[in-house]
């Protein structure tokens, strides 16, 4: 595996830099402002840009647009994030001053064509997150968003029919609701080197809440959403949790789920590949005294340990079999409740056991894209547990195409 650092990946960013040249975006010769503008030609646009994968590969964020620098760590006012997502007109590129522990009075709304880049920078939301409502082209990286179970909301909420969505190298945790949605016709989003923390339902790709299980599939069945070296760790259950859409999931690591891992239903097409499944039932419980629920039930998952490592993921379809069975007489599903799963190469250590099967594989496409992908080994979940999240040092190059990587 290279060593080489992200902002030295020549292949990608160079070629990027060229198409956009060539599409019409040129510079001068005496090169673009990179203080003021996003230009395709800044190391600092193009080193991000050349790592897009997967079904948000085409986020362009605020590509094109002006560079905002956030100077205050206030909730709201002059200088502050709300302030420079708020006051954006077309394309923006937002950065900051310098380190900031952000204390949130309400989610921020994030409009199209916005990048909020932390890199550089110690960069901390607390209480609240973001919302993503019918918005397109949003990059979010190296934030760390702490709900610390205070706010029923979520740290990432990207729904009503969003899309291309890139969130990237986020630390997020303690969300009494969930920390990332995708849902409500909501596409093409990508989540790579996130690292899931210290919370109870983690992640829904597609949220039903009709008692009709299928009303809204022909809306929500178009979610297509990649996950990639993503670390899921002290979790409760839901890493993740998908209802119909397509979803690729390949080198994430779960480790020491307290009730359950991943969870497919009600006709998902799935590709689960290369994903590092760790569980140890030896362990002290780290979840808090409860967790607190919308329905006002407050919950504790700690006596399911001594068990869960058998639960690496939830029977194909078990998470909505008993609903579907006992609305199926009401509403005469033409459609099943399991999940169409195609299922390779994952590693299970410590006790943790497998679960997931294929089931009519032939239903689940090639992911449209090349991507770069690694055989699952201790190496790599070492790899995952030291680069996910909001961290300062950059990955080693993983191969989009080529030896390790894979061309469809």
Same mark, same amino acid.
């Given at each position: 595996?290279?060593?080489?650092?992200?902002?030295?990946?020549?292949?990608?960013?160079?070629? +990027?830099?060229?198409?956009?040249?060539?599409?019409?975006?040129?510079?001068?010769?005496?090169?673009?402002?990179?203080?003021?503008?996003?230009?395709?030609?800044?190391?600092? #646009?193009?080193?991000?840009?050349?790592?897009?994968?997967?079904?948000?590969?085409?986020?362009?964020? =605020?590509?094109? $647009?002006?560079?905002?620098?956030?100077? *205050?760590?206030?909730?709201?006012?002059?200088? /502050?994030?709300?302030?420079?997502?708020?006051?954006?007109?077309?394309?923006?590129?937002?950065?900051?001053?310098? %380190?900031?522990?952000?204390? @949130?009075?309400?989610?921020?709304?994030?409009? *199209?064509?916005? /990048?909020?880049?932390?890199?550089?920078?110690?960069?901390?939301?607390?209480?609240?997150?973001?919302?993503?409502?019918?918005?397109?082209? #949003?990059?979010?990286?190296?934030?760390?968003?702490?709900?610390?179970?205070?706010? +029923?909301?979520?740290?990432?909420?990207?729904?009503? =029919?969003?899309?291309? #969505?890139?969130?990237?190298? @986020?630390?997020?945790?303690?969300?009494?609701?969930?920390?990332?949605?995708?849902?409500? $016709? *909501?596409?093409?989003?990508?989540?790579?080197? #996130?690292?899931?923390? %210290? %919370?109870?339902?983690?992640?829904?790709?597609?949220?039903?809440?009709?008692?009709?299980?299928?009303?809204?599939?022909?809306?929500?069945?178009?979610?297509?959403?990649?996950?990639?070296?993503?670390?899921?760790?002290?979790?409760?259950?839901?890493?993740?949790?998908?209802?119909?859409? /397509?979803?690729?999931?390949?080198?994430?690591?779960?480790?020491?789920? %307290? +009730?359950?891992?991943?969870?497919?239903?009600?006709?998902?097409?799935? @590709?689960?590949?290369?994903?590092?499944?760790?569980?140890?039932?030896?362990?002290?419980?780290?979840?808090?005294?409860?967790?607190?629920?919308?329905?006002?039930?407050?919950?504790?998952?700690?006596?399911?340990?001594?068990? /869960?490592?058998?639960?690496?993921?939830?029977?194909?379809?078990?998470?909505?079999?008993?609903?579907?069975?006992?609305? @199926?007489?009401?509403?005469?599903?033409?459609?099943?409740?399991?999940?169409?799963?195609?299922?390779?190469?994952?590693?299970?250590?410590?006790?943790?056991?497998?679960?997931?099967?294929?089931?009519?594989?032939?239903?689940?496409?090639?992911?449209?894209?090349?991507?770069?992908?690694?055989?699952?080994?201790?190496?790599?979940?070492? $790899?995952?547990?030291?680069?996910?999240?909001?961290?300062?040092?950059?990955?080693?190059?993983?191969?989009?195409?080529?030896?390790? $990587?894979?061309?469809?």
């Amino acid at each position: 595996m290279s060593s080489m650092p992200r902002f030295t990946r020549c292949l990608a960013v160079c070629a +990027f830099a060229f198409a956009a040249t060539a599409s019409g975006a040129a510079v001068q010769a005496a090169g673009p402002d990179c203080k003021t503008s996003a230009s395709a030609a800044c190391p600092m #646009v193009s080193s991000l840009l050349g790592l897009r994968e997967g079904y948000g590969r085409k986020a362009a964020g =605020g590509l094109g $647009g002006k560079i905002v620098v956030v100077s *205050s760590d206030a909730d709201a006012g002059p200088g /502050t994030l709300r302030a420079a997502i708020e006051r954006a007109h077309g394309p923006t590129w937002i950065r900051f001053g310098s %380190d900031m522990t952000i204390r @949130l009075q309400s989610q921020i709304r994030v409009p *199209s064509g916005i /990048t909020i880049d932390g890199r550089g920078h110690r960069i901390t939301l607390l209480d609240y997150g973001l919302g993503i409502y019918r918005s397109h082209d #949003v990059i979010i990286t190296h934030l760390t968003i702490d709900g610390q179970l205070k706010t +029923f909301s979520q740290a990432v909420n990207i729904a009503n =029919g969003s899309h291309d #969505v890139w969130l990237d190298h @986020l630390d997020l945790s303690r969300f009494a609701d969930r920390l990332v949605n995708v849902k409500n $016709g *909501s596409t093409d989003v990508t989540l790579s080197w #996130v690292k899931f923390h %210290d %919370d109870d339902k983690v992640m829904l790709i597609n949220n039903i809440t009709s008692k009709n299980l299928y009303a809204h599939y022909a809306r929500d069945a178009a979610a297509r959403v990649t996950i990639h070296h993503c670390y899921f760790l002290d979790t409760v259950q839901r890493n993740p949790r998908v209802q119909f859409g /397509t979803a690729h999931l390949f080198n994430n690591l779960l480790e020491n789920w %307290d +009730f359950y891992g991943m969870s497919f239903s009600l006709e998902a097409r799935a @590709l689960v590949e290369g994903n590092i499944f760790v569980n140890r039932i030896d362990r002290a419980c780290k979840e808090p005294p409860f967790f607190p629920t919308v329905e006002g039930v407050q919950r504790r998952y700690c006596k399911y340990i001594p068990h /869960t490592a058998a639960r690496s993921a939830l029977e194909n379809g078990e998470s909505d079999r008993k609903n579907y069975e006992r609305t @199926l007489p009401i509403y005469h599903y033409t459609r099943g409740y399991k999940a169409f799963l195609r299922v390779r190469d994952n590693l299970y250590l410590g006790a943790a056991k497998p679960v997931l099967r294929d089931y009519q594989p032939g239903k689940v496409s090639d992911p449209p894209y090349c991507y770069g992908y690694q055989a699952p080994t201790q190496a790599v979940a070492d $790899g995952i547990r030291r680069y996910a999240g909001n961290t300062s040092a950059d990955p080693p190059a993983v191969p989009g195409c080529g030896p390790e $990587g894979r061309r469809p």
